[in-house]
């Protein structure tokens, strides 16, 4: 069935560089899409979240990028910290009319080297 | 603000055995969700309520799963009997009207069945 999906399982990046996530979906209807940030023995936090009607969303520290002529979403991270480190999740949300539910990716996992 | 609360935290029970889970969400949310969340994945929706109704439980495992959220706040998830494949941790999730806002999650409860 259609999924959201990340294109990395790890990704690894020195203290103070910016970090780059990738996801890919698949469900062209979906028009909201989350990224989470899990911590070991944790449940997923709230990152960001952006509308189809829009490209980019910027946060503290963190942007969202959507791409929906590829289906493609990222989140940049600048001036990674150690506290950064943890799985980050995409996530859409499907229409209504197709369940309405919050479909997860994979997850990336994070590791910030000081 | 107090978050989604979920109690226990950890949960080792032997195969055969109930167990049930509890959640109190943030309160006014209206709309509360079970997820399960296997080793390395992300999490995978059982059930959703609006207020004291389940309106999408068609990933629930209804032969041994139940749930309930009678007075449409806080919310039990049972297992009855539990397999050892049911070992994951289980999250609960609000959000404040309808699926297509922001979830906010607990931090879940882990179980172990040996």
């Known amino acids: 069935g259609e999924s959201v999906g990340l294109h990395l399982p790890t990704l690894s990046v020195q203290e103070g560089d910016n970090s780059i996530i990738n996801c890919a979906y698949s469900n062209s209807a979906s028009d909201y899409f989350i990224w989470y940030k899990q911590e070991s023995g944790k449940g997923p936090q709230f990152i960001i979240d952006i509308r189809s009607n829009m490209d980019k969303r910027q946060g503290q520290r963190v942007t969202v990028l959507l791409n929906k002529t590829v289906k493609h979403l990222s989140l940049q991270i600048a001036a990674t910290q150690p506290g950064d480190s943890a799985v980050y999740f995409c996530?859409?949300?499907?229409?209504?009319?197709?369940?309405?539910?919050?479909?997860f990716g994979q997850g990336t996992e994070l590791s910030v080297k000081p | 603000e107090a978050g989604v609360v979920q109690s226990p935290r950890y949960k080792i029970i032997e195969k055969k055995q109930p167990v049930a889970f509890w959640c109190n969400p943030i309160?006014?949310?209206?709309?509360l969700y079970w997820y399960r969340q296997n080793l390395g994945q992300g999490p995978e929706l059982l059930i959703r309520y609006e207020n004291e109704e389940a309106v999408d439980d068609s990933q629930l495992p209804k032969d041994r799963f139940s749930a309930e959220r009678l007075k449409g706040v806080d919310s039990t998830l049972k297992i009855q009997p539990a397999e050892l494949g049911d070992s994951a941790v289980y999250l609960c999730?609000?959000?404040?009207?309808?699926?297509?806002?922001?979830?906010?999650f607990g931090p879940g409860t882990r179980l172990l069945v040996l």
């Open positions: 309160s006014g949310h209206n709309t």
């Open positions: 996530a859409e949300i499907l229409p209504d009319n197709q369940g309405g539910k919050l479909i």
């Open positions: 999730a609000s959000s404040l009207r309808t699926s297509m806002e922001t979830q906010y």
